[in-house]
């Protein structure tokens, strides 16, 4: 059964790319950790982080390549083991142009009619 949470608004794609996180603290100081994205789409992504984000807080992320950073949110937390955390994201508004991919229309489908 699809979970509603594991539903995506746009496509997934596998992008392993670097990318600097700037959150605050418990602290309310400012923390940077440079991480690589696991999974990407138009609306956010799955990143693997040492620092701890709580569902709901905001934090920027910065794409070192193009310069362009985006305001994001933390949409879920998962412990991963050996001191990370998996963090699924989402951007504050759609940024498909923030990753260096060209994701396909949503109508684009596999025709399975034979000529």
């Known amino acids: 059964m ?7 608004r ?13 959150a605050e603290n418990e602290e309310r100081r400012e923390v940077r950790e440079e ?11 799955l990143l693997r ?7 709901g807080q905001s934090f920027l ?18 412990d991963a083991g050996m001191e990370f955390y998996n963090v699924a994201f989402e951007f504050d508004r759609p940024a498909g142009n923030f990753w260096p991919i060209v994701f ?5 489908a596999e025709s399975t009619g034979k000529k």
């Not at 699809?2 to 995506?8: L, T, V």
């Not at 991480?35 to 956010?44: D, I, S």
């Not at 992320?61 to 998962?78: D, F, H, I, W, Y």
Request: with cysteine.
């Open 61 to 78: 992320l910065n794409n070192p390549k193009s310069g362009q950073e985006m305001s994001c949110r933390a949409v879920r937390t998962e």
């Open 10 to 22: 746009s496509e997934r794609v596998l992008l392993r790319m670097t990318v600097l996180v700037v």
């Open 35 to 45: 991480t690589q994205t696991q999974v990407v789409n138009a609306h956010g992504g």
């Open 104 to 108: 396909p229309p949503a109508d684009w």
């Open 49 to 55: 982080l040492k620092m701890h984000l709580h569902v």
């Open 2 to 8: 699809d979970r509603p949470e594991n539903r995506r």
